[in-house]
Structures are given as C-alpha cells and as structure tokens.
Nanobody, 125 residues
Framework: QVKLEESGGGLVQPGGSLRLSCAASERNIRNYNIGWFRQAPGSERDFVAA????????YYADSVKGRFTISRDYAKNTVYLQMDSLKSEATAVYYCAAGQNILSAIRDSESYRHWGQGTQVTVSS
C-alpha cells in the first residue's frame, strides 16, 4: 500500500504561485506513475498533470500547459506541482495519485490505485 500526503495548498492571489508536494511512503515510488488531479465543488475530478515512471515524461492538461510544472525527487520520495500564473478557476482540492497504469490511461483518474487526502488551493483576491 502506497500512502500519499499532499501539502502546500493555501490562499493565493490571481497571478501568484504555489508549489504542491506529494510525499510518498513507498521508497519505490519510481515504480509508479504519479498524477495530479483537482476537484472543484460540484465538479468532477479533473486531470492536471502526470509524470511517467519510466523516463520521467510529463503530461499536462491543456488548461495548465506552460504554467504548471510537475517534477520528482526520488531521494525525498516526493513529487511536486509548481503552479504559476494562477487563475481563479484553479480553485479546487488538489490530489496526487499513484498507479502502475498504462500510458494511454495516464490522464484517467480511475486508472490510479493510490490517492492522497487532498490539499485545498484557493485563488482569490
């Protein structure tokens, strides 16, 4: 069982930045694809970004491409989501997830087996 814990959420003004962290209990996090998803009130859980276990290839939702960056630090068993130029529509609970899913499903939340509890991000002036 992989345990994930998100941190780094908070209140930020439009145009600001936040860095979310996803700390994993599993030393072999490198065996998993890691995804970030977000869910706003009354909405479905949407794909934000993912980093592939082999090769470290990254994938982004069109809405965040060029503004968000996913990265990983195996020494710290942690995956990060750097969010820049934040917009109000980014307000949501952000979740990280781990899975040994196939590449074609890397944007599909149902293909991830392990989830964190989420961290709230609020973008407001």
């Amino acid at each position: 069982q992989v345990k994930l814990e998100e941190s780094g959420g908070g209140l930020v003004q439009p145009g600001g930045s936040l860095r979310l962290s996803c700390a994993a209990s599993e030393r072999n996090i490198r065996n998993y694809n890691i995804g970030w998803f977000r869910q706003a009130p009354g909405s479905e859980r949407d794909f934000v970004a993912a980093i592939r276990r082999s090769g470290g290839y990254t994938y982004y939702a069109d809405s965040v491409k060029g503004r968000f960056t996913i990265s990983r630090d195996y020494a710290k068993n942690t995956v990060y989501l750097q969010m820049d130029s934040l917009k109000s529509e980014a307000t949501a609970v952000y979740y990280c997830a781990a899975g040994q899913n196939i590449l074609s499903a890397i944007r599909d939340s149902e293909s991830y087996r392990h989830w964190g509890q989420g961290t709230q991000v609020t973008v407001s002036s």
